[in-house]
């Protein structure tokens, strides 16, 4: 691969005009078919094949009016008098009336006459008009009043003290992505006039949620950030802001890619945020690590063109098996048949794989067009000579104790970790939103009147066809709801509805506990383990929906998915790092510290946003897909380094060091870049916690905390310590899994000495076996730690 990366570096170098003109076009092109053909970005967590779907799917057959619970386009403006008042009080009525006057004339709201229409209705007249027909229909039924008082307080709009009130409806759209931001905002304002006089009232709701892309202040700080340490690295105004051109373009065309696979697939909006974090930190690192082997290749050769070659050749392999390893995690991902989450991960590879193919081919296009003047600008100056620097300082400090180090390390990891036994993962909901936001204070509202279960209802969908007595049908019904009631946790179920032939029936369960508690959870799990019960006794069949229902069930399914997914990111990770390092117990090292990395960064996660310590988020449950997304991401990352630092190690390695002497080499070339890269990439990460949305905030720790963790405590201290530790066993190869494993080259090993072109007689076993530059023999001995070049 060396020799191959070599040419193409020194052709990129000198054909710069061409390179350039088509990564230009490709953006410009892109970018043009893609903001034709895109579609609107919409969040549906479902997952086919899980008991809620399933249960839905029966719920749309009997009653085909039933859409999918994730894309009604509802909404709820929940009003309250101030203390000691009602809603029904003259003055309060009237203010009420005022808000719904005004709600009736905003856009793509129901059409007069449509049954969405009569829903925005004051709540004191709805709850008076709902609780009449349930005494009215219990009187046909011979129902007992008491009964019908209770169903109709459980489904009633206003509270019992009369204080708060809700008023509900669906926008006229045929998907919630059809609501227009112009209409939110027009709902937003006329809340805001019911507050100014003198309501309390807020607003939540699917129809209400923004599919807006977040802003770019994240994304320009964790740049301004990255152009600081480029400056500090290279020293050079120039050099700083190559990597940074670079990215940008490859993260527009990742981006415009994103934008029109909208047409193709659905994709969530959390999608394209992803796709720009990583696309950013791994196309700055990238470049970086090319550019930094590029000047230290400029110390040995006056051909900038065979200094691009030879920078592309080492730097740049590792740079192709670090991005390999970022988009085997991402793509990973569709092994676990979660449709969301299988298009988040490949929409973000797609982004890396750009960042790759820039790096490899923009980065030194770009030094050829700038020639002797890629570090211009320069802002400090450097002893060229200085071979010892902070990192080979600290590769010694390490040396004097590394089994300590090593435990040392291991300790604060393991520590970091415990919390993932708390772990508690939930799907973003309005329970869960920022207390500030509008549809936080709805939701507590909402809880302070009805009590918690009001906003995580379940549905039983009775499927009734199998009973050929309609009256045993209807009686069936009942006993479903009776059942239903009896178990633990439950304020009220009751039958919502009845199919026109009566083949059919819907339970509404109302829980006394919110969506996110346990209780509801055990109680879903009674519901479902005790069916078979009451479907022998009467015949029908049952199955449990609802949006609490299906958000359960995928936060499930994506938990259990977590050590599967696990097991073969690190089973792909120690086979490729094996092909990477031709060595067994180096893979395994790298193998269980990414581990350790992603277990304290999970740990710190839970503490700082689902425990709230420090106080800096609230706490609440992970997003459901948060920690798997997390494990794929931080496997790319972490490999990043163990390749970028250890591939100079086996370098100085392969080129006569000993094993000890491998490990200094590899951290006076590679620490401070790799130093760098990591400030770069924590930096990114770490600016998106500026963002609103809970989901991304919780990501950009993450992603910050893992890169710290790994490349800090890992790469720089674990792993050294442990290369000490292994000495030249380390880099030991079984003979007959050396000849399996394809030769690679990641560490230039066919490009010879710095100062040295290649020539063909260098390439491998270009003479023949047994001949001066039969690599199979070269191999010999350097696993027995005595070759010198």
Request: charged letters at 15%.
């Amino acid at each position: 691969m060396a020799t191959y990366l070599y040419r193409l570096g020194r052709t990129a170098y000198r054909r710069w005009p061409y390179f350039i003109a088509a990564w230009l076009i490709a953006l410009v092109g892109i970018g043009g078919v893609a903001t034709t053909i895109s579609k609107p970005m919409v969040d549906s967590f479902s997952i086919p094949g899980i008991p809620s779907e399933q249960a839905q799917q029966l719920q749309q057959e009997l009653f085909p009016e039933a859409g999918d619970a994730f894309d009604q386009a509802s909404a709820t403006v929940v009003v309250a008098a101030p203390e000691g008042e009602e809603l029904a009080d003259p003055a309060n009525t009237a203010r009420v009336d005022a808000l719904l006057t005004e709600l009736r004339t905003l856009p793509q709201m129901p059409a007069d006459g449509t049954p969405g229409a009569a829903q925005l209705v004051s709540p004191v007249d709805a709850a008076e008009g709902q609780r009449q027909q349930m005494l009215d229909a219990a009187a046909d039924q011979g129902t007992p009043v008491d009964r019908a008082e209770a169903n109709a307080a459980a489904l009633a709009p206003l509270s019992a003290n009369g204080r708060i009130g809700t008023i509900t409806w669906t926008f006229d759209v045929a998907t919630v992505t059809d609501v227009e931001p112009a209409t939110q905002d027009a709902v937003l304002a006329a809340v805001d006039e019911a507050r100014a006089s003198g309501l309390t009232a807020e607003v939540n709701g699917a129809g209400m949620q923004s599919f807006a892309p977040p802003g770019a202040s994240s994304e320009l700080i964790g740049i301004a950030i990255a152009a600081l340490v480029l400056v500090l690295t290279f020293g050079s105004l120039v050099a700083a802001g190559l990597p940074i051109v670079t990215a940008l373009i490859g993260v527009g065309i990742g981006s415009l890619l994103v934008v029109g696979a909208t047409a193709f697939w659905e994709l969530g909006t959390m999608t394209p945020t992803l796709a720009t974090m990583l696309g950013l930190a791994v196309g700055i690192d990238y470049a970086l690590f090319i550019l930094s082997r590029y000047r230290s290749e400029l110390l040995h050769t006056d051909d900038r063109s065979e200094a691009a070659g030879r920078a592309l050749g080492t730097a740049g392999s590792a740079v192709v098996f670090a991005g390999l390893t970022v988009i085997i995690a991402l793509s990973a991902l569709a092994l676990v048949r979660i449709p969301f989450l299988t298009t988040m991960g490949l929409a973000a590879a797609a982004t890396v794989l750009v960042a790759v193919l820039i790096a490899l081919t923009l980065t030194p296009a770009i030094l050829g067009m700038l020639k002797g003047k890629a570090f211009a600008g320069r802002v400090r100056t450097e002893k060229s000579g200085d071979t010892t620097g902070n990192g080979v300082r600290w590769a010694r400090l390490v040396a004097r104790a590394p089994a300590l180090v090593a435990v040392l390390a291991v300790v604060v990891l393991g520590a970091l970790a415990i919390p993932m036994k708390d772990l508690h993962l939930a799907l973003p909901s309005d329970t869960t939103a920022p207390t500030e936001t509008t549809q936080r204070k709805a939701a507590d509202l909402m809880t302070e009147a009805f009590g918690p279960g009001r906003q995580g209802p379940l549905v039983v969908v009775v499927d009734g066809r199998d009973v050929s007595d309609p009256s045993a049908r209807s009686a069936a019904y009942g006993e479903v709801a009776q059942w239903a009631a009896d178990q633990g946790d439950v304020a009220n179920a009751q039958v919502i509805g009845v199919n026109a032939d009566n083949t059919g029936a819907q339970v509404l369960v109302t829980p006394r506990s919110g969506p996110d508690d346990e209780a509801t959870l055990t109680l879903l799990d009674d519901l479902r383990a005790t069916s078979p019960d009451i479907e022998a006794s009467t015949g029908v069949t049952v199955g449990v929906t609802g949006l609490t229902a299906i958000q359960t069930d995928v936060s499930e399914k994506l938990q259990d998915a977590l050590l599967p997914y696990l097991a073969v990111v690190v089973g792909l990770a120690f086979i490729l790092l094996m092909v990477v390092f031709r060595s067994l117990l180096v893979p395994l090292t790298a193998t269980i510290g990414f581990l350790l990395s992603v277990l304290a960064t999970l740990g710190a996660t839970i503490l700082v946003f689902q425990e709230g310590v420090g106080g800096l988020f609230e706490g609440a449950p992970l997003m459901s897909f948060m920690p798997i997304l997390v494990i794929g991401i931080v496997f790319g990352l972490a490999m990043d380094y163990q390749v970028f630092l250890v591939t100079r190690m086996r370098e100085a390695f392969v080129h006569g060091d000993t094993a000890p002497e491998a490990v200094v080499d590899g951290f006076r070339h590679g620490a401070r870049v790799v130093a760098a890269a990591a400030a770069i990439m924590i930096s990114v990460f770490a600016a998106f916690m500026l963002q609103d949305e809970p989901l991304i905030q919780s990501i950009g720790f993450a992603l910050a905390a893992a890169v710290f963790f790994d490349a800090v405590i890992v790469r720089m201290t674990l792993i050294p310590a442990l290369m000490y530790l292994m000495g030249d066993t380390a880099w030991w190869l079984p003979r007959w899994l050396d000849r399996i494993l394809p030769d690679v080259d990641v560490e230039g090993q066919q490009l010879g000495r710095p100062g040295q072109t290649p020539a063909r007689e260098t390439w491998p076993d270009a003479d023949g076996p047994d001949g001066p530059n039969d690599l199979d023999g070269e191999r010999e001995l350097v696993d027995a730690g005595r070759h010198r070049a």
